[in-house]
């Protein structure tokens, strides 16, 4: 076998491993999303903990947690009972990792967390172990095997864990009713917030670089407007001044191979009616929905009263970073 058979080999029995575990779910995950939803609403917080690869695992649902709005730490099991479970509150969740649920470490830590009024959710591969007895939930992560050749390095269980963890972590972000401009605020750095918190004013041309004209004017007065704009896309407006269709630089070099009276035409007669179009105080990710929904290089933003304020770009995405 070569190099890629064998990565194909590992992908087909983590698979198989994920399909394993996806059966073996229960009600046990419900009560599992109650708890954590419980702990969240009395204000309390999610205390990840695990050793070794499961550890690792661990973290990265804590990050998954924290950054849907359910607040989660990362608690070591060693330094817990060197001051560390100061962390620790009445009311808190806790979520244990460990396959063979028998780890000395974890188990040290288990008398020290009931203390405090918490409840205990483990992740493990073994139902019957002291992990498992001593907590209030328990999910299984169970795998027929491991992708290690030698059925030893944590591989598909560690797979299995992960994706348990974020199952919990979109079940309690639906439960929640966690949104999307709740996820943009915990985001406001990156593209997504970018994405999120924009709105299409912020990122639209308008004034000089948003082209209007009126639906009567000729194709020649209108080819001015856009070249003034440098754009590629005309608003057409009727005698109120709302919408009433669009003209492109592709509709006229589509228009002028097939009438060489088109200049002298009204845009009326050769804009393309109900434009696509987009509120201004619609959010940019709207915008960006749009685009990858229609086959349109220009997107016009009109106000409350379908008057065409802005013009949104294609071109101009990618500089926002919100693509």
């Known amino acids: 076998m070569n ?5 194909k080999a590992v992908f087909d029995i983590e698979l198989a491993a994920l399909k394993k575990v996806r059966a073996q779910l229960d009600g046990a995950f419900d009560a599992a999303v109650e708890l954590l939803v419980e702990a969240l609403g009395r204000r309390g917080k999610v205390i990840v903990v695990g050793i070794g690869k499961s550890g690792n695992i661990g973290r990265k649902i804590a990050a998954t947690l ?16 060197h001051g560390d479970l100061g962390v620790v509150s009445d009311g808190d ?27 205990i959710i483990s992740l493990t591969g073994n139902l019957k172990s002291a992990l498992a007895r001593h907590s209030d939930v ?16 944590p591989t598909s269980s560690t797979t299995a864990m992960l994706v348990m963890g974020d199952a919990l972590a979109m079940e309690v972000l639906r ?8 996820y943009a605020r915990l985001h406001p750095g990156g593209a997504i917030g970018r994405a999120m918190l924009l709105r299409v004013r912020d990122i639209m041309r308008s004034g000089a670089r948003n ?17 003034r704009a440098k754009s590629g896309s005309l608003s057409v407006v009727n005698a109120r001044g709302k919408l009433a269709g669009v003209f492109t630089d592709g509709d006229f070099r589509r228009g002028i191979a097939a009438d060489e009276n088109l200049l002298a035409r009204p845009l009326k007669d050769v804009m393309t009616r109900h434009p696509v179009c ?25 106000n409350a009263r379908r008057e065409p304020v802005g013009l949104v770009d294609s071109q101009d995405l990618p500089k926002l970073k919100i693509m």
């Not at 190099?3 to 990565?7: I, R, T």
């Open 278 to 302: 987009i509120r201004d105080d619609a959010l940019a990710v709207e915008a960006l929905n749009v685009f990858n929904r229609r086959n349109i290089d220009d997107l016009i933003v009109v």
């Open 138 to 153: 328990s999910l299984s992560v169970k795998v027929p095997r491991e992708a290690c050749p030698f059925n030893l390095a």
């Open 3 to 7: 190099h890629l058979a064998h990565a």
């Open 211 to 227: 082209a209007v004209a009126h639906e009567h004017q000729s194709v020649k007065e209108a080819l001015l407007v856009m070249t």
């Open 93 to 119: 969740a806790v979520l244990t990792l460990s396959y063979s649920g028998e780890s000395e470490e974890l188990l040290h830590l288990l008398p020290a967390l009931r203390r405090f009024s918490v409840k």
């Open 66 to 81: 924290t950054s849907t709005g359910a607040t989660s730490v990362v608690l070591d099991s060693v330094d817990a009972l």
């Open 175 to 182: 439960a929640r009713g966690f949104k999307q401009s709740d």
